[in-house]
């Protein structure tokens, strides 16, 4: 089975400061990875999906990630946090069962941006 | 991008009363929604996978008959938590396959009193 850790539960940096949250997969088979992010009491939004086409993914809000297979890791990073990217952030690797997307998440990691 | 709706976004309820939860693509139609369980400063897990016109697929510890799911047209899925106990209280949250990827809602806060 595919799995996703998160290393950090929680992160924090000061506004402007480079943002690095990471992710790890185990995968038997080329992976599609993905970063969400959650606001509280919201559902998941989309970052960025890694499809196996280029292997730096660039998502919304100046956010990027970069699929490394000889690391498996998939770590998401911003230049520059702004105080709106305070928030949860979930790594998640799909998992084709039956034929649909199953997504395996990682815990999460809560961003806190310090002005 | 794809919009996928819920509802209500939040229910109180009895103990040993039913709730319906509806999930909604609004823009898109979906063979397939899935449904989540967050509790409070955890992740996500799934509870089971709905498809259009079959019985849903459930993940391993996730109770069938507790929790009712029923996918009846492209667009709709409702989740429904029968006998509700405290116990049941979370967060649901509904998700719709697209190209891809999945389109999630915005969840439903549950309390069961």
């Known amino acids: 089975a595919q799995s996703v850790t998160q290393l950090g539960s929680h992160v924090s940096v000061s506004e402007g400061a480079l943002v690095l949250l990471r992710c790890n997969y185990s995968s038997s088979v080329p992976p599609y990875l993905f970063w969400y992010v959650q606001y509280p009491n919201q559902g998941l939004q989309l970052l960025l999906k890694?499809?196996?086409?280029?292997?730096l993914v660039k998502g919304i809000n100046g956010f990027e990630a970069e699929f490394k297979k000889s690391e498996t890791s998939f770590h998401l990073t911003k230049p520059s946090a702004h105080m709106s990217d305070a928030a949860e952030y979930f790594c998640a690797v799909s998992e084709e069962s039956q034929g649909a997307q199953k997504l395996v998440f990682g815990q999460g990691t809560r961003l806190t941006i310090n002005p | 991008g794809a919009v996928v709706s819920q509802h209500p976004s939040r229910v109180i309820c009895k103990s040993g009363t039913s709730v319906k939860i509806e999930c909604r693509s609004l823009d898109f139609q979906a063979t397939t929604m899935f449904w989540y369980r967050q509790f409070p400063k955890q992740s996500l897990m799934l509870m089971a996978t709905?498809?259009?016109?079959?019985?849903?697929?459930?993940e391993q510890g996730v109770e069938k008959d507790k929790f009712l799911i029923n996918h009846a047209s492209l667009t709709l899925s409702t989740l429904t938590v029968t006998s509700a106990h405290p116990e049941d209280s979370s967060f649901y949250i509904c998700?719709?396959?697209?190209?891809?990827?999945?389109?999630f809602g915005p969840g439903t806060r549950l309390l069961v009193l």
């Open positions: 998700s719709a396959r697209g190209v891809e990827t999945q389109y």
């Open positions: 709905s498809n259009e016109g079959s019985k849903a697929t459930y």
């Open positions: 890694y499809t196996s086409a280029a292997t």
